[in-house]
């Protein structure tokens, strides 16, 4: 399990301490986020052990998604979407306010399912 030194403070201090493959599957999400969500904030959360990227519209606290490495792939949170809501995309989990996905690999990144996704939970906020 990867941990930091420190929390981190910024998107290149979340991705640094991860494997090559984890940190260019992030950034590539990153970028596909920015270009779905253009006017979305970007804040960092965490601590030393678990630590995310997420992204809102407006204020703070409405989150449309979020970034979080681990050490084989990076989970995409998706709030206000639930299960059934995306085609093409495996969305797990059980949170009241948010599913994830996971993706590995740069390819998986940038499937048109992703930004469909992205679409998806802008729509819902």
Do not use: W
């Amino acid at each position: 399990m990867t941990t930091y030194v420190r929390p981190p403070g910024n998107f290149d201090e979340l991705v640094e301490p991860f494997p090559e493959d984890v940190r260019e599957t992030a950034c590539e999400l990153r970028r596909v986020i920015q270009r779905v969500l253009p006017d979305a904030d970007e804040n960092v959360y965490g601590g030393l052990k678990v630590a995310n990227v997420l992204y809102s519209i407006g204020r703070d606290t409405n989150v449309i998604c979020g970034i979080q490495p681990a050490d084989t792939h990076c989970k995409l949170y998706l709030h206000h979407v639930k299960p059934g809501d995306v085609a093409g995309v495996k969305v797990e989990g059980s949170g009241k306010n948010a599913r994830h996905v996971k993706v590995a690999g740069l390819a998986a990144a940038q499937a048109p399912e992703i930004r469909s996704a992205l679409e998806r939970a802008r729509q819902g906020q």
